[in-house]
């Protein structure tokens, strides 16, 4: 199978509190990757809209300028924050989602940035699928009111490990996007999200699970720490998901970091059990990772 994981290496998902002070949110996220980076961790994962407040009021507000690339201290501090951070640290450092600003669109997007080792920008992906839902009784939400969708599914190859795929959040309700990047070759599916109470009751854990097993694939979901006197109450439940579906490590509600091995035995021995790679039925349905895809990588 092409996605493949060439070396083991561990994973950090920091579950982060966040608050109104975009400043603040950038230390507080700084000190929980040093920490995260002390405890071995090669590949740091931060949560949807780490640097403010989740919410469509708040987007316009904290939103930064990230083109070209790359923008100015002034245009983007977190991009820099980042930037600087991952070369501290010599980490892959996954900027969960911040608030982007095209001034020649006219347009925000809900964007997130991957910084390898070196400080470079390996990747930029712009949340594909907008949480736009209605609920009765329980919640109604719109990005599409303030925000605009990216149209470009993201692979980034990490050395010496291998490629992994970027989405977003809603991102993850979309098994297409997830098939086509494993198919692709991505041995991780990674998803900073924040679910709210009613979805993240459903659904967080089924549809990281379900992404798991219909790939064979590690799958990590970020979350925010829940906050019930924020406008919009994260799910929290952090958690790495195995290729066969089974959660390694899952947070609770309150801030905290989850920390996972990932494998490439393990890779192995779940496709060598239930061997799905050479059981498709391709002359009865379409290999959906062969269609003409936009793609980042």
């Given at each position: 199978m092409a996605n493949v994981l060439?070396?083991?290496?561990?994973?950090?998902?920091?579950?982060?509190?966040?608050?109104?002070?975009?400043?603040?949110?950038?230390?507080?996220?700084?000190?929980?990757?040093?920490?995260?980076?002390?405890?071995?961790?090669?590949?740091?994962?931060?949560?949807?809209?780490?640097?403010?407040p989740y919410g469509t009021q708040y987007f316009p507000k904290y939103a930064e300028t990230l083109l070209p690339s790359p923008p100015t201290a002034e245009q983007s501090p977190t991009f820099h924050a980042l930037?600087?951070?991952?070369?501290?640290?010599?980490?892959?450092?996954?900027?969960?989602?911040?608030?982007?600003?095209?001034?020649?669109?006219?347009?925000?997007?809900?964007?997130?940035?991957?910084?390898?080792p070196d400080g470079n920008l390996l990747a930029t992906h712009r949340k594909v699928h907008l949480f736009d839902i209605d609920i009765p009784g329980k919640i109604t939400f719109k990005e599409s009111e303030v925000l605009s969708p990216g149209n470009k599914l993201t692979l980034v190859n990490i050395p010496p490990y291998g490629l992994v795929s970027l989405a977003i959040c809603y991102d993850i309700r979309f098994p297409e996007l997830a098939t086509v990047a494993a198919r692709r070759g991505a041995f991780l599916l990674l998803y900073p999200g924040a679910f709210n109470l009613t979805t993240g009751a459903l659904h967080w854990s089924l549809q990281a699970r379900a992404r798991a097993?219909?790939?064979?694939?590690?799958?990590?979901?970020?979350?925010?720490?829940?906050?019930?006197?924020?406008?919009?109450?994260?799910?929290?439940?952090?958690?790495?998901?195995?290729?066969?579906?089974?959660?390694?490590?899952?947070?609770?509600?309150?801030?905290?970091?989850?920390?996972?091995?990932?494998?490439?035995?393990?890779?192995?021995?779940?496709?060598?059990?239930?061997?799905?790679?050479?059981?498709?039925?391709?002359?009865?349905?379409?290999?959906?990772?062969?269609?003409?895809?936009?793609?980042?990588?």
């Open positions: 060439k070396k083991p290496f561990k994973l950090a998902l920091i579950q982060l509190a966040t608050g109104p002070d975009k400043t603040a949110n950038l230390a507080h996220a700084r000190s929980r990757v040093l920490e995260a980076h002390k405890a071995g961790a090669n590949f740091i994962v931060l949560p949807e809209c780490f640097n403010s930037s600087a951070l991952a070369l501290e640290t010599s980490t892959y450092l996954l900027g969960g989602s911040i608030p982007e600003s095209v001034p020649s669109t006219n347009k925000y997007h809900n964007t997130s940035l991957l910084f390898s097993m219909d790939n064979q694939v590690y799958v990590a979901s970020c979350s925010p720490a829940r906050d019930m006197e924020a406008s919009y109450n994260a799910w929290g439940h952090s958690m790495v998901v195995d290729p066969n579906a089974e959660v390694l490590e899952e947070a609770g509600e309150e801030e905290n970091i989850v920390y996972a091995e990932l494998r490439p035995e393990r890779l192995e021995e779940v496709r060598k059990g239930i061997p799905l790679e050479g059981q498709r039925r391709f002359d009865i349905y379409p290999d959906v990772s062969r269609a003409d895809i936009k793609l980042d990588e």
